[in-house]
């Protein structure tokens, strides 16, 4: 496998695991949690996923042949919380990532260093997968943060517990 081929591969492994952090700290939340504000100026889960789903929709749309601010993403639309249910947020959830996952296995090697537009600024193909990576980080990590806050003790730990780091090294080493 050549560099571009174990990028994209690494890439997809790590939208996959951002993916899977929300969904796993979704599950643990009941369907009034996704609607927990910390304060008025910060968002809720629901918020959050609106603008993740908005934002994946937008941006890997034609993501190789138009700007990725397609001109009917109402931005501010998504930080109304006006969702139902927690399956309508699932659902809202699913779209983008599935837009997104779409789009990243058509990509080949030989289109990382092509170039693509955001908001009319040029970027290549790696500077935007990197973009949306860091952006998608820092939400899912608000999901998860809120995710604690609301569930406290009950929290079940998505990674490493604290105080656990010494064990966790010795199982994965006797692996």
């Not at 600024?121 to 999901?143: C, D, F, M, N, P």
């Not at 569930?151 to 780091?165: T, Y």
């Amino acid at each position: 496998m050549n560099i571009g081929e174990t990028y994209l591969k690494v890439i997809r492994e790590r939208f996959y695991s951002l993916k899977d952090l929300g969904e796993k700290t979704m599950e643990q939340i009941s369907e009034d949690e996704i609607h927990w504000k910390g304060n008025s100026e910060t968002n809720s889960v629901a918020i959050l996923v609106k603008h993740l789903s908005g934002n994946m929709m937008s941006r890997w749309t034609d993501f190789l042949t138009s700007d990725g601010e397609k001109p009917d993403r109402n931005r501010d639309q998504e930080f109304i919380d006006d969702v139902s249910s927690k399956e309508e947020l699932l659902t809202i959830w699913e779209e983008g990532w599935q837009i997104l996952f779409k789009t990243l296995h058509r990509l080949t090697e030989e289109d990382l260093l092509r170039k693509v537009f955001v908001r009319g600024k040029t970027l290549t193909v790696i500077e935007a997968i990197e973009r949306q990576l860091a952006h998608y980080a820092s939400h899912v990590g608000q999901i998860v943060f809120i995710g604690k806050l609301i569930k406290g003790k009950d929290w079940v730990n998505l990674s490493i517990p604290k105080g656990m780091s010494e064990e966790y090294n010795k199982k994965v080493l006797e692996e």
